[in-house]
C-alpha cells in the first residue's frame, strides 16, 4: 500500500482492500501491471479513514456487494490483459 501524495491518487496492490473501498463507494481509477497489479483510487480523507477502518478489522462491508464488486474487478483486470 503506498499513498502517492503529488498525484492525489492512492496505489494499492491489495485486492481485497480495493474491493471493500469500491463496496464504499470509492472509484478504482486505473488498474495497471503485470502479474503483481496495481490500483489506484482517487485520494481523500474518507479513503484514508476507510483504509484505516479496513485494516483494524472495523470495515462493515455487504458479503453480496464484496462479491459483485470482486467479479467486476477481476473482469477489468482481465480484459487489460
Do not use: W
Not at 491518487?9 to 463496496?23: G, H, I, P, Q
Not at 464504499?24 to 479513503?47: A, C, E, P, R
Amino acid at each position: 500500500m503506498v499513498k502517492i501524495k503529488n498525484k492525489d491518487k492512492y496505489e494499492s496492490t491489495d485486492f481485497n482492500l480495493v474491493v471493500a473501498l469500491a463496496c464504499s463507494g470509492h472509484i478504482v481509477l486505473d488498474v495497471i501491471g503485470g502479474k503483481q497489479k496495481k490500483f489506484y483510487l482517487k485520494d481523500t480523507d474518507k479513503l484514508q479513514d476507510d483504509v484505516k477502518m479496513y485494516y483494524r478489522r472495523e470495515m462493515l462491508v455487504d458479503p453480496v456487494s464484496f462479491y459483485n464488486e470482486a467479479k467486476l474487478l477481476k473482469n477489468r483486470i482481465y480484459e487489460n490483459n
